[in-house]
């Protein structure tokens, strides 16, 4: 039986009549919703004038090209980074501007411009936003462009379910924007926390936002797991033992583990949760049976392998760049696949370190002390291994490779600080203080490193031509520079008693740090300047910055070994692998020729709008289980359930390319590598970073092909 629930509510707009008791008078969101609306109306107007509907509709929308997905997932991952930073900036000014009794208040607000509902509703829309919608799409998206050319595959083992996954997840992202102007967000906290998350402490629908918005995620995100596994198992290339696997697929198969065994737990938890909210039941209510600790239990059983989730991608990325930078072979292959599978294997044991003070017992607290003080062995081995690649190495500092050095050294910071939380003993002094803020934050800007690192590392692959080097080391110092000038004084902070969530700042001698966190957070508004400019500057002068298969000359792995940008069948025959650094034996043996003596057809899978129109119907099933209209839940249920038997149906998936066209195709590329050859130095940005042209060395009949 469904909950009564308190205000309006009628059977055709459901809970929509609560829109009328919220104001809308507020500065920020108005300012938020013309930013969008002006945004949006470019974007249109741009379309239109360019004639490009066509264009997105049948090479975007509807594509199932990994690649194409790859970029799709990043450029959501980017958009929901900047609303992220924009909360971040409003919980830093807030506090900047709120402290002690004589603070003034605006808008409402006794202290600072964000009265204490609405500044909870920030941090936890930050906080839900960063880890699932920013950081997982930008690291989801790099997966699904690197993994399939790694292998030598020609897409994803499901291409179609690679597109519902996409599609997914930008449902789930529009359902948080949408709570920005159509009702509110969680004022819970990003891990829902209980009992503040129940109907009687959040009658209103912040919390089902929150709900449905990672419930949606969630299964996207499943679904990608099982799609790169069964990737990675089943469709490497002949010769690709398990021994010349690349490092970061082996990194994105311990990832896509943890994803597939943690996520339906993060599922079940939030069912549970709606059980509660909807249907009336208790699991989680104290005063009536339910046991509010096994919500804690069960978030944080899919919450700490989260953090491996995001971190080992991370490990792959630097594990790539650093050897490409050092012009060396990876130190120790074989310590580091193990290495991640331990780190993976371990982090399924070590939830309970985020709540010692839950009162378990020395027993309990000591089992899962010792369990995460272990994590400390194989990620110490990975920093080992990188400093022993760089190590009489010949390194080159272009961009990537300063995003990875910064990469080690966040690491190193974060995971001494990670074993200090692991010791219960200091763990209860600074539980609940901004000590343990920075130190989790101190964690995903190393991912973030790792993923600016990646997405500039791969950049050319993808689109052929680099991204400016001078913008991006200026975006590369200013983001560091912000880094250093927030957390070092969080840290302090921490270590001075001040706990997290605070609208209001008692204690006046926080105020400087306090002010140098602000002023890190404009270091990080210049690092977003200049990001965005090296954007528009490459694209502007994306002729100059051609490069060839190999962009940075010094490439290892196979997904060098095809052109630049990557046709969408990824390479003209199956390559066979011969060696673990696939290109680079392919470079000193003179067989990196992109030519074959001869072509044949190629199946490949067609375009499809299903999933694109299943993302759709379950943003609508998502919005209508928010508002509790339930007409249209069931109707938008129902919907989804025939668009998938009706493709279920769907016999004529694929499509041959002819062999004679594959060659007019190659012929068209190997043109390109020709003229970026003969422009010399002056493309690709440098003598050896400028990229080694597709040249014919050697004959393609020496390699194995379809």
């Avoid at 400093?387 to 990875?404: E, H, I, N, V």
């Amino acid at each position: 039986m469904l909950v009564n629930l308190q205000g309006p509510w009628d059977p055709i707009f459901g809970r929509l009549g609560l829109i009328l008791q919220y104001q809308y008078n507020n500065p920020v969101i108005f300012f938020a919703f013309e930013l969008s609306l002006v945004g949006g109306a470019i974007a249109l107007f741009w379309l239109t004038c360019a004639g490009k509907w066509r264009t997105l509709w049948s090479d975007w929308l509807t594509t199932v090209d990994h690649k194409k997905i790859g970029v799709m997932y990043i450029i959501v991952g980017l958009v929901m980074l900047f609303r992220g930073f924009f909360d971040a900036v409003m919980i830093r000014t807030q506090q900047a501007m709120a402290v002690g009794a004589s603070s003034p208040g605006f808008m409402g607000a006794a202290h600072g411009y964000l009265p204490p509902y609405h500044l909870d509703q920030v941090f936890t829309a930050h906080g839900m936003i960063m880890i699932l919608l920013a950081v997982t799409p930008i690291l989801v998206g790099i997966m699904n462009i690197v993994v399939p050319l790694q292998i030598g595959a020609r897409d994803m083992a499901y291409p179609y379910l690679n597109a519902l996954g996409l599609w997914l997840t930008v449902s789930a992202a529009a359902l948080v924007m949408i709570s920005l102007f159509v009702g509110d967000f969680s004022h819970a906290g990003w891990v829902g926390l209980i009992p503040l998350t129940e109907l009687p402490y959040s009658p209103g629908v912040g919390v089902d936002y929150w709900i449905w918005s990672i419930q949606i995620g969630s299964v996207g995100t499943t679904l990608g797991a099982v799609n790169l596994i069964a990737t990675i198992i089943k469709m490497r290339a002949p010769g690709m033992t398990w021994g010349r696997v690349p490092v970061f697929s082996w990194t994105t198969l311990a990832t896509n583990i943890i994803a597939l065994t943690s996520f339906p737990v993060l599922g079940v938890t939030l069912a549970l949760l709606t059980f509660d909210r909807y249907l009336g039941t208790h699991f989680f209510t104290a005063s009536l049976g339910g046991d509010l600790m096994m919500y804690t239990n069960l978030f944080w059983i899919w919450g700490h392998p989260e953090v491996y989730f995001v971190v080992l991608p991370a490990f792959g990325m630097i594990s790539e760049i650093v050897p490409t930078f050092s012009q060396k072979t990876l130190f120790g292959y074989v310590t580091m696949v193990v290495a991640s599978m331990a780190i993976a294997a371990v982090s399924w044991s070590v939830w309970l370190h985020h709540f010692f003070t839950m009162g378990a017992g020395p027993n309990v607290n000591a089992y899962f002390s010792i369990a995460t003080m272990l994590v400390g062995i194989p990620t110490g081995v990975k920093v080992f291994n990188w400093l022993f690649t760089m190590y009489r190495g010949r390194l080159r500092f272009d961009t990537p490779m300063l995003w990875a050095i910064g990469t080690i050294f966040l690491l190193i910071s974060g995971g001494m600080t990670g074993m200090m939380l692991a010791v219960p003993a200091i763990n209860y002094i600074v539980h609940n203080s901004v000590f343990v803020i920075a130190h989790f934050h101190n964690m995903f800007l190393l991912v973030a490193y790792a993923a600016f690192a990646g997405v500039t590392f791969w950049f050319p692959k993808v689109f052929g031509f680099k991204l400016d080097e001078r913008l991006g080391k200026r975006f590369f110092w200013s983001f560091t520079l912000g880094s250093i000038m927030v957390f070092i004084p969080m840290y302090i902070l921490g270590f001075m008693g001040m706990t997290r969530r605070l609208d209001y700042i008692s204690h006046p001698a926080w105020y400087p740090l306090i002010l140098a966190e602000l002023v890190g957070v404009g270091f990080y508004a210049v690092s977003v300047f200049f990001f965005l400019a090296q954007v528009v500057v490459s694209i502007r002068n994306r002729h100059d910055l051609r490069v060839g298969a190999d962009a940075w000359g010094t490439s290892r792995s196979l997904e060098w070994g095809t052109h630049s940008p990557v046709p969408f069948y990824n390479f003209a025959v199956t390559p066979m692998v011969h060696a673990r650094d696939e290109w680079a034996w392919r470079r000193e043996n003179k067989l990196d020729s992109l030519k074959p003596d001869h072509y044949v057809d190629i199946h490949m899978p067609k375009n499809t709008m299903v999933p694109l129109i299943l993302g759709m119907l379950s943003l609508v099933l998502g919005f209508a289980l928010i508002w509790r209209i339930w007409w249209l839940a069931g109707l938008s249920f129902l919907a989804i359930i025939v668009a998938i038997v009706v493709r279920s149906f769907e016999k004529d998936t694929g499509y041959i390319i002819p062999a004679a066209e594959v060659a007019a195709m190659e012929q068209d590329y190997l043109d390109r590598a020709r003229e970026v050859e003969s422009a010399g130095e002056k493309v690709g940005g440098g003598a050896v970073g400028g990229g080694v042209p597709a040249a014919s060395r050697a004959p393609w009949n020496k390699l194995k092909g379809d």
